[in-house]
């Protein structure tokens, strides 16, 4: 149980374009998922708490704007890379809480390639 | 805030022991957690620690001391699939650098 996915796992766009990564708790109900952006080597970086229902609470730093988070559902977030440039290459990865534990669950990530 | 530190990089050949260091100041505690996280993939959950003490589990265990803002990862028996980046958590979802541990044969 608690299995997380990500949707696309990769993913190729032009400069300008914006992509939209989905974040789903498969067999659980998830009222907050955290957004995560990784560069090699690099720690993770929380971007932004996603509650569902409310607006997400963004990370200082994180422009709000640039990253629009949706979290419509108990077990749906997505993140949307607005007009996407190359600086916004990374790895990006969600996770998902449960209420009854401590742990969170991550998803497998997305590569996000920007050309 | 948050401020987690861990080495960089560790090495060790394969049966041996290695213990991971990590250090943190966090206003507001409430639990260290363990990931491992190999490359190009999402980090697995290790371990969570809330009281002081030893947790174990298999050949990974995993220690915290409140007092100290210390907790470390012990690595027994080394496998070669062992080789990953091991990255310390406060429950506040801060993530440490990682520390990254090379197996070899």
């Known amino acids: 149980g608690a299995v997380v996915s990500q949707h696309p796992s990769w993913v190729i766009c032009k400069s300008g374009t914006s992509v939209k990564i989905e974040c789903r708790s498969l067999d659980f109900q998830a009222t907050t998922m955290f957004w995560y952006r990784q560069f090699p080597k690099q720690s993770l970086m929380l971007m932004a708490t996603s509650n569902e229902g409310s607006k997400a609470t963004y990370e200082q730093g994180v422009e709000k704007d640039k990253f629009l988070i949706n979290h419509a559902s108990l077990t749906l977030s997505t993140l949307t890379v607005t007009s996407a440039h190359p600086e916004d290459s990374s790895f990006y990865i969600c996770s998902a809480g449960r209420l009854a534990d401590h742990e969170q669950f991550f998803g497998p990530g997305t590569r996000l390639t920007v050309l | 805030g948050q401020n987690i530190d861990q080495p960089t990089e560790m090495t060790a050949t394969e049966g041996a022991i290695v213990q991971i260091n990590c250090t943190y100041q966090?206003?507001?505690?409430?639990?260290l957690f363990w990931y491992q996280q190999h490359a190009g993939e999402a980090p697995t959950f290790l371990s969570y620690n809330v009281l002081d003490g030893l947790e174990e589990k298999g050949r990974f265990s995993s220690f915290l001391s409140r007092s100290k803002g210390y907790s470390y990862l012990l690595l027994k028996e080394l496998q070669m699939k062992d080789s990953a980046s091991y990255l310390c958590?406060?429950?506040?979802?801060?993530f440490g650098a990682g520390t990254t541990v090379t197996v070899r044969a």
């Open positions: 966090t206003s507001g505690f409430n639990g």
């Open positions: 958590a406060t429950r506040k979802l801060s």
